[in-house]
């Protein structure tokens, strides 16, 4: 009676842990069924290297590299912006900080996380926007601050993970307490913290509503920091509610584009956590 | 403590560095700036009425051509059009009269405001008719309905947010109906289709309304399949359409060109209108020339 109770019980766990798999899979093939024969039907180099999107024409282009080139722009920017921050903050966090202000920055911190993004998207609009125009800069200042909860709590946890003997051997050694974070810590941690921006990234490239309210959306190449772009989570957004054939499954190859580049970003991520630990 | 105190005066020194920011923005308006066009997305059936309004448009045979210039904004909401208007001195958007507000400016075209009277006699130009569409021997429920729409209740509905077709109706009497009307099409007419919908389901509660949101065209391809009942067309029907379906014209919506509140232009021609979206005018000094 008991044991057949506990191999009930474990078949329940197992099914729930199935579930996430299950809904990873699905997903893959839905896009992959829905996007790739769209993206035969435009053709794989027209479609990745075409630089004019007019889907609504006729007839009608579907060329995505404004899109990609767009998201790489944004991304690249937040992680300049954000990166900097994100790790000298955990540097702080980690090493420097009193208890007493910890007890503060923290929860400040996983707020940040927290906040839904189309209200960092009304904080873009209201304050970021009227400084630099609905622009590729505005986009990567707001994803900048968007991505600083991911890069900080994990660079945090990283250089928490070092041993302290480094830093008192280190300082032993004569260095003082700012070299030896900088020259010692900081590069033993050096793995956790490129995993730290690897996730940032993904954030970055994901992020779609907050995107779409202060980048412009232009679909043409980008032209200048200071002038608009389009992402390719937006382009997906704000296109599908209409779209129909051909259409929908340019956006669906779209949405598998950026699969890829998720896909590219986790692998490499946990790479990185693997040599890490290794 | 101290340290709390200090970091709580660097924010709010950086706080108000941002502001001063923002304040200075306020300055003279350069008519040299270029202006920030902003538009909705493609598929949008506001942008729809504006493109063919201002022949922005290219349309033939298999050939069809939106000429808005690749540098506009594009916004997927017409409260970011508006918030980005209001935050942008130079920017300028168009949006329906029914959702506009206080933030912005309205620009007149040829010389004519853009208020609910000059859009109801015509002679504010810019306007799009609001259509339900019906099969001539459709259920008696539905004509009720209709009825009701034509009727001063159902036009004082939409009077709160659009346009009446006129103010002189009939008044809705009850017939206390029970049954099930299917409504599908525009998604620009069924915001007011809902409020139509509530309002006739507290006078005649035995009646169920299924508002089912997709475009014109397929609204009217359901009507005339038997799958619905009243079609929302936001857009003239086409010839084909005319000979099946009966339009009865609900409102009228208004499309109103929008700038921010600091910038001195009062009005735009149709012509202007039309060079800005295809990027023939690029600052506003050109418009005074």
Known sequence: MNKSKE????????????????AVGLICVFLFVNGIPALFKIGTLEFLGGSQWSPMDQPAYYGILPMIVGSLYVTAGAIILG???????????????????????????????????????????????????????????????????????????????TPRQYYEGALALGAGPYRSLFYVVLPAAKNGILAAVVLGIGRAIGETMAVIMVAGNQARMPVSLFKGVRTLTANIVIEMGYAADLHRGALIATGVVLFVFILIINISFSALVRKDRG | MKKIIISLLFIVLIAST????????????????EIIVVSREEGSGTRGAFVELFAILIKGDGIRKDLTTKEAIISKQTDVVMQIISSNKYALGYISLGSLNDGVKVLAIEGIEPRTENVMNGSYPISRPFIIATKSDTSKLTKDFISFIMSKQGQGVIAKSYIAIS???????????????????????????EKLKEAYMQINPGVVIEIQQSDSSSGMQGVIDGNSDIAMVSRELAK???????????????????????????????????????????TWGQINE
């Not at chain 2, 941002?18 to 700036?33: H, I, R």
């Not at chain 2, 109706?169 to 007419?189: C, D, E, L, M, P």
């Open chain 1, 83 to 161: 990166v900097p921050i994100g790790v000298l903050s955990s540097i702080f966090m980690a090493w420097i900080c009193p208890p007493r202000l910890y007890k503060w920055i923290k929860p400040a911190v996983d707020l940040l996380a927290g906040i839904p993004s189309v209200v960092y998207g009304f904080f873009g609009i209201a304050i970021i926007v009227p400084l630099t125009g609905n622009s590729i800069v505005s986009a990567s200042i707001l994803l900048g601050i968007m991505i600083l909860p991911t890069v900080i709590s994990i660079a945090e946890s990283a250089l928490r993970a």
């Open chain 1, 7 to 22: 191999k009930f019980m474990a078949a329940v766990f197992f099914a729930s842990a199935l579930i996430s798999i299950l």
């Open chain 2, 167 to 193: 103010d002189d109706f009939q008044n809705y009497s009850t017939v206390k109906a029970s049954g099930r009307i299917v409504v599908a099409g525009s998604t620009s007419v069924a915001p007011i289709m």
């Open chain 2, 240 to 282: 084909s359409e005319r000979e099946k379906l009966t339009p009865i014209k609900i409102a009228l919506d208004g499309i109103v060109l929008i700038a921010n509140k600091h910038n001195p232009v009062v009005g735009l021609t149709r012509e202007q209108v039309g060079d800005i979206y295809t990027g023939k005018i690029l």
């Open chain 2, 18 to 33: 941002l502001l001063g920011c923002g304040a200075k923005n306020q300055g003279a308006f350069d008519l040299e700036k």
